[in-house]
């Protein structure tokens, strides 16, 4: 157990909408991370931040924006939601920086369903 | 562009019947290849880190591979509580420490 919470567990939305997932830990870690996965694809980056106010995109970004104000809280927003974003998200942290650090840990993960 | 190919996507063992998986991979640098299992509507939960060919990690009837193209997920005597989806993702060089993942193997094993 990572010490990693994910909220909401569970979403349904309408098309046009926005929605906010929050992914919470516990044990400082440097590095977070947001991937989706969808049937057929595997488990695909959207974002990721390797510190507080400092992101980057990864390889499926548009449509989503991240904010890390705190180290303990990274969050993923979906500005306008469309039925391409229904899928289950997941969060990851790491630590790079130390022995065995690029390990990724995953939490439990948001399903969300768009309509 | 790092590629990360697993297969077979699903394989059917009975309890005990021996059998591997198998991870084959591309990429420019690599940080580390990871192994993962992940149960219905759950998290992937870490399993291995493999870091240079010939390297070898066991885990109870688990026993993870790594050449220098691809990695092998041995399991011995399976259970049915092994039956789960097995991932695999690479590390890439450079900044960002992010990982490239298979599309996984579906294992279920029988009585």
């Known amino acids: 157990d990572a010490g990693i919470t994910q909220s909401p567990r569970h979403k349904v939305t309408e098309t046009g909408t926005p929605v906010t997932l929050r992914c919470h830990q516990t044990?400082?870690?440097?590095?977070m991370y947001w991937y989706r996965q969808d049937p057929g694809h595997g488990l695909r980056l959207i974002h990721y931040?390797?510190?507080?106010?400092?992101?980057d995109k990864g390889e499926v970004s548009d449509g989503y924006s991240v904010s890390r104000s705190k180290t303990e809280d990274f969050l993923l927003t979906l500005e306008s939601a469309t039925s391409s974003q229904t899928s289950v998200y997941f969060c990851?942290?790491?630590?790079?920086?130390?022995?065995?650090?690029?390990?990724?840990?995953f939490g439990p993960g948001t399903r969300l369903l768009v309509l | 562009e790092d590629q990360v190919t697993q297969s077979p996507e699903a394989l059917r063992l009975q309890e005990g019947e021996s059998s591997s998986l198998n991870c084959s991979y591309t990429?420019?640098?690599?940080?580390?290849l990871f192994w993962y299992r992940q149960d219905p509507g759950k998290g992937p939960e870490f399993l291995f880190t493999?870091?240079?060919a010939g390297e070898e990690k066991e885990k109870e009837r688990l026993k993870a591979t790594l050449t220098k193209k691809e990695s092998f997920l041995h399991i011995t005597a399976p259970k049915p509580e092994d039956s789960a989806t097995y991932l695999c993702?690479?590390?890439?060089?450079?900044?960002?420490?992010?990982?490239?993942f298979g599309t996984g193997t579906q294992l279920k094993v029988e009585l």
């Open positions: 990851a942290i790491s630590d790079p920086g130390l022995a065995g650090g690029e390990t990724q840990y």
């Open positions: 044990e400082n870690h440097r590095y």
């Open positions: 931040s390797y510190g507080v106010k400092d992101t």
């Open positions: 990429v420019s640098g690599l940080r580390g």
């Open positions: 493999l870091y240079s």
């Open positions: 993702a690479v590390g890439e060089g450079g900044g960002g420490n992010k990982l490239t």
